[in-house]
C-alpha cells in the first residue's frame, strides 16, 4: 500500500523517462507507453508534459522521441552537490595524472554501482564506458567488492 502523500501521476512521468533505459535513442508513443506500462493516453499525457518543460524533445520530422538536455541539469545539481563527489573529484583528477590511467569514483545503489566520476585515461576507445551515469552490478566491478560505509570529512 502506497502513502496518501504517493503522487501517481509523478511516478508515471518517472516511468516515461525511464522507459529510454531501453538503450533506444529515439522512442515511438507506442514504445513508450509499452515500455513504461503504461495506457497511451496517459503516456501521451506525461510525453506532452515532459516536452513542453525540456525533459524530453521530439524529432519534428518523425514525431518520435528522445530524452531532453534538461535531465543533464539534473544529473549535474546531483554531482556538484554530492559532498563524497566534491572532496573525490581533484583527488581522482590528480591521481589519474600522476599514474596516466583513467580512476573512477562510484556510488553504490542496492546491489548497483553508478558511476559519478570517470577522468579520461590514454585509451578511452569505448565511449559507453567512459560516460557518468552508467549502472553496473556491482558483482561485475572491482569497486563492488567492498562497501564503503561513512564520510570521514563530515564531522
Known amino acids: ?21 531501453s538503450g533506444d535513442q529515439y522512442l515511438s508513443l507506442g514504445e513508450i507507453a509499452t515500455l513504461s506500462n503504461l495506457d497511451k ?18 524529432d519534428p520530422r518523425t514525431a518520435r522521441l528522445m530524452l531532453g538536455k534538461r535531465c543533464l541539469d539534473l544529473t549535474y545539481n546531483l554531482l556538484r552537490t554530492n559532498p563524497l563527489v566534491i572532496a573525490a573529484t ?14 573512477n569514483l562510484s556510488l553504490f545503489d ?3 554501482l553508478i558511476y559519478a566520476v570517470r577522468t579520461p585515461s ?9 560516460l ?6 556491482a558483482f561485475c566491478s572491482a569497486g563492488g567488492g567492498r562497501r564503503f ?7
Do not use: N
Open 1 to 21: 500500500m502506497k502513502s496518501a502523500l504517493f503522487v501517481q501521476s509523478l511516478e508515471k512521468a518517472f516511468k516515461v523517462l525511464e522507459a529510454f533505459g
Open 132 to 137: 557518468i551515469g552508467r549502472r553496473i552490478p
Open 90 to 103: 581533484p583527488v581522482l583528477m590528480q591521481l589519474g595524472r600522476d599514474i596516466g590511467e583513467r580512476v
Open 149 to 155: 560505509h561513512g564520510f570521514p570529512w563530515k564531522r
Open 41 to 58: 493516453a496517459a503516456a501521451q499525457r506525461c510525453v506532452h508534459t515532459l516536452v513542453e518543460t525540456g525533459y524530453l524533445e521530439k
Open 122 to 130: 590514454g585509451d578511452d576507445s569505448y565511449f559507453v564506458s567512459a
Open 110 to 112: 542496492g546491489t548497483s
